[in-house]
């Protein structure tokens, strides 16, 4: 009798910066080798690039979620070392990336499909990415949180319709992988967030999370007069 052989998961490696608190991942087909990096810190980019050698990873594609004002990406210096294509969304705004993406897009690694969608409302750019059973939704949707909505065209009207119309339509067990975590800890769930989330439980309405977001008063972004022209050119330097 033949054996079906069963095709193994993604490999996932996620990755934490400190200073910004910020999650990046490098996902990859474990028979092939084929890989995509998702939201690279500059600071980080040397210890993921010896990830990636070490594994064996054939980098094709580089993914940001947005364009982020709390750190400098590393997309750049990983493009410059794997030849990666840089990929944000089409409305990001941004100069100089390989490819701009629709909403809906796929991008195929290995085996595997990863689906881009566009998750507006913490900014007009912010794209998640679905490929088996996860969903990276970088500051569109934070565990217990979200993303601010106060600067970068942000509108907590729009990110509630992302979370709820979106997000929260994945079956309840899909693994959610965040752009940051406050509190150590690293992954959720759909099902999780529908019942705990503090701002976007199923039980709080529109207007609940419109007068949460708009009466948080956060602070300016300690980095962003730096992060945004570095980022809003896919960190290419002049």
């Known amino acids: 009798m033949k054996v079906k052989r069963h095709r193994p998961d993604v490999g996932v490696q996620q990755f934490f910066e400190k200073e910004s608190s910020t999650y990046s991942y490098l996902l990859y087909d474990q028979e092939t080798g084929d890989g995509i990096f998702i939201d690279p810190v500059y600071e980080t980019y040397e ?10 990873i054939k980098l094709l594609y580089i993914l940001e979620t947005h364009v982020h004002a709390d750190h400098k990406t590393g997309s750049w210096e990983i493009k410059k070392a794997t030849e990666a294509k840089t990929c ?24 595997f499909s990863l689906k881009a969608f566009n998750t507006p409302g913490h900014t007009n750019g912010c794209m998640s990415y679905y490929v088996d059973g996860m969903l990276f ?22 990110l509630f319709k992302s979370v709820r119309d979106l997000l929260f339509s994945y079956p309840d067990e899909t693994l959610i992988y965040p752009g940051h975590d406050y509190k150590g800890v690293s992954f959720s769930t759909v099902g999780e967030e529908k019942k705990f989330n503090p701002r976007l439980k199923l039980d709080h309405s529109e207007e609940d999370f419109v007068k949460i977001m708009n009466g948080l008063n956060l602070a300016y972004p300690k980095k962003i007069d730096v992060s945004l022209p570095h980022n809003l050119v896919c960190g290419k330097e002049n």
């Open 88 to 111: 944000l969304s089409a409305t990001s705004g941004v100069k100089n990336a390989d490819l701009l993406l629709d909403d809906g897009q796929t991008i195929e690694f290995g085996n």
């Open 47 to 56: 210890r993921d690039l010896k990830w990636i050698k070490d594994l064996g």
């Open 137 to 158: 939704t970088g500051d569109a949707l934070f565990i217990r949180g979200c993303g601010r909505t106060d600067f970068q065209e942000g509108d907590p009207h729009t």
